[in-house]
């Protein structure tokens, strides 16, 4: 029976934090990208061309079918065999942002069907461009909608970017790895980092949620 | 330094792989749902302490990267002083993560039965224990099923983080073949394949039941 002792692992708290900001600054990154080919695939895939919506399937299959750590290989270590080398760092973006977006998709797809045919119909009368009846009749309501279900999607996503650390990227987990083998005090080092990433999710959930009240103040309307 | 041809040998040895990938979704199953539906329960039940240890056994373990948990278990084993193999401590440590997603997913399903159907049996004068057995409980079944099986195409998909640990699943396997043979972008689509063949049949059974549940 060994004791744990936390004292290696909180003498080098800066590095920890240092992890969880890069844990954070990737996520959000990667939320933001994977909230833009999300909506593109959602249109793809309500598109009238057959052949639009097909390329929209097969790429949300292909992604929410097979491991995030085999695309993140297979962007990081196949891509170079045809010529295209990506440090780390953007090989993981790359990976959160493909794996995201197809989660993301699906969800928005749903909230854009929510929205009442009659309603676009209004805006076209009102002579509306396309794009603003996009922009305000389709796309913002059911952002709204659907905004819950996007909270617990990025949470998911924070958490996978854990897994980001197998290619050497260090944020938290890698991060956690090093101090492991610095100091040998793993068990320590894990229950730190595992507390770290739930303080992370409870403060991704609350800017979140901060974030849904100030973009669409109508969903907390009373009356 | 010579690298190997990638051959069929490396192909069947991705394969063996892959039966582990398998198996251990399925012990993962099976002890996330022993332990899934004493969380349901216990998340159901009208006791106030057991109610807030299932929820913040769910929060804090839905909280942790699962890759931060399989580590834990894996180096855990030392600190409780017995020599565990790492297949059996990763083996407890999905066990445990499929516990905290399956109790969450039943809970939703008991909790998604019609409150008429718990106060029928209750004016029929059945015990609570037996309103929950005979009445919620097979109904929770059906609506908990096409999520289980969603949730089963997840398991798999993540017992690939077994491959961070060096057990020998399919991502594994395919690391050392990729190695072997240095073409990562063949064996790694191949790999892909293999889990995308596995999965989306699974996919499908899932949205399937899912629409028949809607119809119904």
């Known amino acids: 029976m060994n004791y744990l002792d936390f004292g290696g692992v909180f003498s080098r708290m800066d590095l920890l934090i240092s992890g969880a900001i890069l844990t954070m600054q990737i996520s959000l990154v990667a939320m933001l990208f994977a909230l833009v080919v999300a909506t593109l695939v959602a249109v793809m895939q309500l598109s009238s061309f057959r052949v639009v919506r097909f390329i929209a399937v097969a790429y949300i299959e292909a992604i929410r079918n097979t491991p995030f750590i085999v695309q993140l290989f297979v962007i990081y270590f196949g891509l170079p065999a045809i010529g295209l080398s990506l440090e780390p760092l ?61 909270v617990s999607q990025f949470i998911l996503l924070l958490l996978s970017s854990s897994v980001v650390s197998a290619i050497s990227v260090p944020e938290l987990t890698g991060i956690g790895n090093d101090i492991q083998g610095m100091t040998l005090r793993n068990m320590e080092v894990y229950l730190v980092i595992a507390a770290m990433y739930v303080g992370l999710v409870a403060l991704l959930k609350g800017g979140l949620t901060l974030l849904e009240r100030k973009v669409f103040p109508f969903k907390f309307l009373r009356g | 330094m010579m690298f190997q041809d990638f051959t069929m040998a ?44 299932a929820k913040l056994y769910i929060f804090v373990v839905q909280g942790t990267p699962l890759l931060v948990t399989l580590f834990i278990a894996y180096f855990g084993a030392n600190y409780v002083g017995v020599d565990v193999p790492p297949l059996v401590a990763i083996s407890i440590a999905f066990s445990f993560y499929a516990a905290a997603f399956l109790g969450e997913i039943w809970r939703g399903s008991i909790n998604s039965v019609p409150m008429g159907q718990s106060e029928g049996s209750h004016a029929l004068g059945l015990s609570r224990v037996d309103s929950m057995r005979f009445i919620i409980i097979p109904q929770a079944v059906k609506i908990a099923t096409p999520p289980t099986v969603g949730f089963f195409v997840m398991l798999i998909k993540n017992t690939s983080l077994a491959s961070v640990v060096s057990i020998t699943e399919l991502t594994r396997t395919s690391q050392i073949v990729s190695n072997a043979t240095f073409k990562p972008l063949q064996v790694y689509l191949l790999a892909a394949l293999f889990y995308f063949l596995v999965c989306f049949p699974l996919t499908i059974v899932s949205r399937r039941l899912e629409k028949r549940l809607h119809k119904s």
Do not use: C
């Open chain 1, 90 to 150: 953007p090989s993981a973006v790359l990976a959160m942002t493909f794996y995201g977006g197809a989660y993301t998709s699906e969800i928005i797809r749903a909230g854009i069907q929510s929205i009442d045919r009659g309603q676009v119909e209004a805006g076209r009368s009102l002579g509306m461009s396309p794009l603003d009846i996009f922009r305000y009749i389709i796309i913002k309501p059911a952002l709204a909608a659907v905004f819950p279900s996007m």
């Open chain 2, 10 to 53: 490396h192909v069947y040895y991705m394969l063996n792989g892959l039966l582990w990938t398998i198996g251990l979704a399925l012990i993962a199953l099976t002890g996330g749902s022993i332990a899934g539906s004493v969380l349901a329960l216990m998340a159901v039940s009208r006791n106030k302490l057991a109610r807030r240890i």
